[in-house]
């Protein structure tokens, strides 16, 4: 069975730092694109980074500065650094793999999701 467990996710205040960790369980991805989405109350899924299994990285303009994308050496757990966190980054997030390689910003390109891990940032 294929698995994608997060965890890092937690209770920090404004210009705090968390790391999100995406491990994958049943097969690697390390040849496959990955990415991290958030969704809060009210609004739809947001796309927050991606990196692609040659190891380009790219994200949405609202972290972009804030946020870093990696992968391990074995490209099998996929990590999220979440620097100087604000308010509005509070949200429940996942991480997600697509099928191909190919870059992508769209939540219905990926196919395996994890459960979610919330993010909580007090002001």
């Known amino acids: 069975q294929v698995q994608l467990v997060e965890s890092g996710g937690g209770l920090v205040q404004a210009g705090g730092s968390l790391r999100l960790s995406c491990v994958p369980s049943?097969?690697?991805?390390?040849?496959?694109?990955m990415g991290w989405f958030r969704r809060t109350p009210g609004k739809e899924l947001q796309f927050v980074a991606g990196?692609?299994?040659?190891?380009?990285?790219y994200y949405s303009e609202s972290v972009k500065g804030r946020f870093s994308i990696s992968r391990d050496n074995a490209g099998n757990i996929v990590y999220l650094q979440m620097n100087n966190l604000q308010g509005e980054d509070t949200a429940v997030y996942y991480c997600?793999?697509?099928?191909?390689?190919?870059?992508?910003?769209?939540?219905?390109?990926?196919?395996?999701w994890g459960q979610g891990t919330q993010v909580t940032v007090s002001s």
């Open positions: 990196i692609s299994g040659s190891g380009i990285e």
């Open positions: 997600a793999a697509r099928r191909n390689s190919v870059v992508s910003r769209n939540a219905g390109d990926f196919r395996y």
């Open positions: 049943g097969r690697t991805f390390s040849q496959n694109t």
